[in-house]
C-alpha cells in the first residue's frame, strides 16, 4: 500500500531525538563480514528497509543472517563456501549492494554483480570500482547487466591512485585488497567516517590497514580473516538534517547518540548564521537564534567538506531564510529534485547547471508533495513544518529506506507528522 506524511505547518521543533548506526555504513560493514567465514555481530544497525534488503542479498550467496530491528543487531553467518552472484532483483532495489563486489572477488575469485539502480539521483558510474579491482589483478567486464570480475590465479597487492575519492570504489578496494598478497597503497582515497569505520572492522578480524581516514590507505594483504562483534559509527547524516530540521524551525534539538565531530563544516556553517552548538553528555545539541534563519551559502565537497546527502535539507533552511543563498552540487549530476517540489510549496528557488539559487521567503505554503529519494523526502517533510495549513510527502517508503519510523521522531520532537495511506494514484 502507498502511503504518505501528513504534516501540519507551525511547529518549532523541540526536545532529544536519537540517532542509530548509519545506514551507509552497516550495509558496507555487512557486505565485508563476507571476508569472513564464521558468525560476525553487527551492533547499532539501524532499522530500515535498506539493511532487511542487504540481509537479503547475503542469505542469497549462502550466509545465515539474523536480523533483529528492535535490538539493533545483525548476525551474518558465512559459510566456508559462498556464492559469488548478486542478482539484478536485489541490486536494483539496493544500490549499495554493490560494496559485494569487493568481498566476492577476494573470497571467491569471481564475482557477476548486477549493475545498479537505487536511488533517482543521477548517473553513478562504476568505473573507479572497476579499474581498482583490475590494479589489484582483477579482470572486469559489463555483460548482460552484470558487472563481471574474475580472478582465477588470485589478486595482489598494487599501487592505485582513484582520479576522485569515491566512497564506493574506497571501500570495494579496500575489501579486494585486505585479502591480496602484497602491499595495496590506495591514494586520493575517501575519508568519511563510514571508511574509517569499515577499516575498524576488517582491522579487528585480523586486517592489516593504515591511513584510514586519511587519502593514503596502506593495506598489507593477510591469509584469512576471523568473525567479530563491531558497532556501526553513528550516523552523521541522519544527525545532521536534525541538525538542520531545528535550524529550519527555530527549534532546539539534542541529537542523541550524534557524533558532532562528524559534521564539523556542517555545524560550523549553522553557528555562522546564529545557531548555537554545544556537546552534551550524550550528543549534540542545536539551539537556533531568534527569528527568521539567515541565508547560508553551501558547496557539497567529499568528506570533511559538506556532504552531498545534506544539500536538500540546505536547500530547505535556504528557501525560508532572510536573503538569496547559492547551493552548489559538486558530487552528483541531476541532485536537486527537491526543488521542484519545494516550488510546489511556494519555495523562490532556480537551478542553473549544478547551482541552485534560493531567494527565501517568510513562509511557504502546505501543498501535496512527492519524495524522489530518501533525504529529499525527509527535507519535504521539514518543509511541511514551516508551510502554513497542510503538506502531505507522498513516496514515504523512500524515506523509510534511511530513517526508521521518521514521523515518530518527529513528533517526538511536537511536530504534527501522521501517517496515512496515500490516495490511489490515477490508473
Ligand atoms: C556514497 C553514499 C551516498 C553519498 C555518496 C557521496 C552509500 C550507500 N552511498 O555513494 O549516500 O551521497 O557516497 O558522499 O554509501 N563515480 C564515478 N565512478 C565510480 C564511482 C563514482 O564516476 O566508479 C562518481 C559518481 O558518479 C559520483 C561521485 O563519483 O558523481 C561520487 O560517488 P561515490 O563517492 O562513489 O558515492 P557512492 O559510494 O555511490
Known amino acids: 500500500m502507498n502511503e504518505r506524511f501528513r504534516v501540519v505547518g507551525g511547529t518549532r521543533l523541540q526536545g532529544r531525538v536519537p540517532v542509530v548506526g548509519a545506514k551507509n555504513s552497516a550495509l558496507k560493514l555487512m ?44 548476525e551474518i553467518d558465512v559459510p566456508a563456501t559462498i556464492g559469488h552472484r548478486a542478482d539484478y532483483e536485489l541490486v536494483r532495489a539496493l544500490r549499495a549492494s554493490i560494496s559485494v563486489l569487493g568481498p566476492l572477488i577476494a573470497r571467491c575469485g569471481e564475482a557477476d554483480v548486477a549493475v545498479p539502480g537505487g536511488d533517482a539521483i543521477g548517473s553513478r558510474g562504476l568505473d573507479l570500482h572497476a579499474a581498482g579491482l583490475e590494479a589489484l589483478g582483477a579482470k572486469v567486464h559489463v555483460a548482460h547487466g552484470y558487472l563481471v570480475a574474475s580472478a582465477p590465479s588470485g589478486l595482489h597487492g598494487a599501487d592505485i591512485r582513484l582520479d576522485f575519492p569515491s566512497v564506493g570504489a574506497t571501500e570495494n578496494i579496500l575489501m579486494a ?98 545557531c548555537e552548538v554545544t556537546d552534551t553528555a550524550d550528543g549534540f545539541r542545536v539551539l537556533a537564534p531568534e527569528g527568521r534563519p539567515r541565508s547560508l551559502d553551501i558547496a557539497t565537497l567529499p568528506y570533511p ?90 513516496g514515504v517508503q523512500h524515506i523509510d529506506r534511511g530513517y526508521a519510523a521518521y514521523e515518530t521522531l518527529m513528533q517526538g520532537l511536537g511536530a504534527d507528522v501522521t501517517r496515512e495511506p496515500d490516495v490511489a494514484p490515477f490508473a
Open 177 to 274: 585488497a585486505v585479502l591480496a598478497p602484497g602491499t595495496t597503497r590506495l591514494d586520493n582515497a575517501a575519508r568519511e567516517p563510514e571508511i574509517v569505520d569499515i577499516a575498524t572492522l576488517l582491522v579487528e578480524m585480523g586486517a592489516r590497514i593504515h591511513g584510514a581516514g586519511t587519502s593514503l590507505i596502506e593495506i598489507e594483504g593477510v591469509d584469512a580473516l576471523h568473525p567479530v562483534e563491531h558497532a556501526v559509527v553513528p550516523d552523521r547524516i541522519a544527525a545532521g538534517s536534525w541538525a538542520f530540521a531545528a535550524a529550519t524551525t527555530r527549534g532546539d534539538v539534542e541529537i542523541v547518540g550524534g557524533n558532532a565531530a562528524h559534521l564539523e563544516v556542517t555545524l560550523e556553517l549553522l553557528t555562522g548564521v546564529g
Open 305 to 394: 567538506g559538506f556532504p552531498t546527502d545534506l544539500q536538500p535539507f540546505a536547500i530547505t533552511y535556504n528557501a525560508v531564510a532572510d536573503g538569496s543563498a547559492m547551493i552548489t552540487e559538486n558530487l552528483f549530476e541531476a541532485r536537486f529534485r527537491t526543488v521542484q517540489e519545494l516550488a510546489r510549496l511556494g519555495a523562490e528557488a532556480r537551478i542553473d547547471g549544478h547551482h541552485v539559487l534560493v531567494h527565501g521567503v517568510g513562509q511557504l505554503s502546505g501543498a501535496p508533495v512527492e519524495a524522489s529519494d530518501i533525504r529529499a523526502g525527509a527535507a519535504l517533510v521539514i518543509a511541511g513544518l514551516v508551510a502554513d495549513g497542510v503538506t502531505t510527502v507522498s
Open 31 to 74: 557486505a565485508a563480514a563476507l571476508l569472513a567465514e564464521g558468525r560476525t555481530r553487527l551492533t547499532n544497525v539501524p532499522a530500515i528497509l535498506d539493511v532487511t534488503i542487504m540481509a537479503e542479498l547475503l542469505r542469497r550467496l549462502g550466509a545465515v543472517v539474523d536480523y533483529d530491528t528492535t535490538a539493533g543487531v545483525v
